[in-house]
């Protein structure tokens, strides 16, 4: 049976961490041949495939992500010899927060100060 890939707008970044978020979509069908998970760093690099899966997998965690980077994710669906992509999700990647305690040390050893 020859189906058109479906793929519902529905692609989810969630759980965003500062170096790993999940990523969740909906391939609207169950005849599905295999899926990838595709990413992009906003910084110029290439789009990075992520997951591979002759499965009807519908979520994936992405890990080794820079903090505070900005990414773009989106999946390509191939059914039966048919391609189809979803929407594309930019997200931002968490910031490494430093806690007061922290900073202060910093200062110290950094700079000498020990006022704080």
């Not at 191939?78 to 930019?90: A, L």
């Amino acid at each position: 049976m020859c189906v058109d890939p479906e793929i519902a707008s529905a692609i989810n970044v969630t759980d965003i961490q500062q170096t790993r978020v999940t990523v969740s979509w909906s391939n609207g069908q169950t005849q599905v041949v295999n899926s990838t998970l595709v990413y992009y760093k906003a910084t110029g690099a290439e789009w990075t495939p992520v997951h591979h899966s002759s499965q009807t997998t519908t979520t994936r965690t992405v890990p080794g992500l820079e903090p505070g980077t900005e990414y773009q994710f989106y999946v390509k669906i191939t059914s039966y010899g048919k391609t189809s992509t979803s929407n594309y999700v930019t997200i931002t990647t968490g910031k490494i927060r430093l806690a007061k305690d922290m900073k202060s040390l910093l200062v110290l050893r950094n700079c000498c100060v020990a006022c704080l």
